[in-house]
């Protein structure tokens, strides 16, 4: 008996997070992939009609930490499955800069898949000097649902979990396709060096309510994360 030939999987455009076709061929496992593909474009969603945001370099904070992606997060329960970080296109760098008010940007972007179940992690990160960190991390949040078919489902909520010197904001976008609607959370940081996207894609919660969704606990994980693949600068 022949050997069947791989699934096939398709190219990703780095350093944009373009996930490999869902396992399952169910209705959900698809517009879950399609949800997850557009993912891929928020941190540039929309730059183009943001002003750009100018200033003298006094303006930027010291750059004194980075983004890494290490091999596993959150004690191993996910593991690294594709990194697209290296090299950005250029294209990534103007409009990070242009539309979150950014200098000397970096991408820090990949897949996490948990290993004993459904799902993804995906992490659109940057890293280098935002003048405004507060207006960072609200724009990315705010390109989130911009892309065509995502709405909000539940408005954007601050967080300062117990030990954190940064605020975590999580909202819920909806996605609607092939006559079905998928809802997925999202927690975003910026600190004035680091900031990023954290989107966990989970089937349990994708078909629920998005009220029901546990946002100051997604706050918590999300911090661990940062805490994970924020280092200093040596």
């Not at 557009?38 to 370099?57: C, E, F, H, P, Y």
């Not at 960190?133 to 909000?152: C, H, I």
């Not at 605020?167 to 609607?181: F, G, K, P, S, W």
């Not at 994970?228 to 600068?233: A, G, K």
């Amino acid at each position: 008996m022949s050997t069947p030939p791989p699934p096939q999987q398709f190219p990703a455009p780095q350093p944009y997070l373009l996930p490999p076709p869902p396992p399952k061929k169910s209705r959900a496992g698809v517009v879950l992939g399609v949800v997850a593909g557009a993912m891929a474009l928020l941190i540039v969603a929309g730059a183009a009609v943001v002003v750009s945001k100018v200033g003298t370099d006094g303006d930027f904070p010291e750059a004194r930490y980075r983004l890494t992606l290490p091999k596993a997060l959150l004690g191993g329960e996910y593991k690294l499955e594709q990194d697209f970080s290296d090299p950005p296109q250029d294209s990534f760098i103007q409009h990070a800069e242009s539309a979150l008010g950014g200098r000397d940007i970096r991408a820090a972007v990949a897949i996490y898949k948990p290993a004993d179940r459904g799902g993804q992690l995906n992490v659109s990160g940057m890293y280098g000097r935002f003048k405004d960190a507060d207006d960072a991390r609200d724009n990315m949040l705010k390109d989130a649902a911009d892309p065509d078919g995502m709405s909000v489902a539940r408005a954007p909520e601050d967080f300062r979990p117990s030990g954190s010197d940064v605020t975590i904001t999580c909202q819920v976008i909806a996605h609607e396709d092939l006559n079905m609607r998928v809802i997925m959370p999202i927690c975003a940081w910026n600190d004035g060096n680091t900031g990023a996207l954290i989107v966990e894609i989970d089937p349990g919660v994708s078909s629920g309510d998005a009220k029901d969704v546990d946002l100051a606990g997604l706050a918590e994980r999300t911090l661990r994360i940062r805490t994970e693949l924020r280092q200093p600068i040596r």
